[in-house]
């Protein structure tokens, strides 16, 4: 990989990571706008399990031996997110997200997206 597309795959990875993880914690503070705008949606109860469950997965991608499972993590929280404000007719913002992750980590591992090559026997 060319040392810009490196320099471009971790400034993409770092800006959503940012953002996830100060979402993570004003609903792990619980802040008044995050409580009552999940408590609209009906949410309200899990406001502190949500912040959890994304800083855990932040966390995950950013360390290299578990960004696979860090990425499945957070496009699929990222996906739930987006069906949530989708459902209440809100703009899809969680679709930028996981399409900035999604960049990011083929800039970083094509093989992840690519089928594996089979071994030729004779």
Do not use: H
Not at 50 to 77: D, H, M, N, Q, R
Not at 105 to 119: E, G, I, Q, T, W
């Amino acid at each position: 990989m060319s040392k810009t597309a490196r320099i471009f795959s971790i400034i993409l990875m770092i800006i959503p990571s940012l953002m996830l993880t100060m979402s993570a914690i004003m609903k792990l503070i619980g802040t008044k706008e995050v409580v009552e705008g999940l408590g609209k949606m009906g949410l309200g109860n899990y406001v502190f399990l949500f912040g959890v469950i994304e800083i855990l997965s932040v966390a995950l991608f950013l360390i290299p031996k578990t960004c696979k499972i860090g990425f499945l993590l957070l496009c699929s929280y990222l996906g739930g997110a987006m069906s949530i404000e989708l459902a209440s007719g809100q703009a899809p913002m969680a679709a930028v997200f996981i399409a900035v992750l999604w960049i990011s980590v083929f800039l970083r591992d094509k093989a992840m997206f690519l089928p594996a090559k089979k071994a030729e026997t004779k």
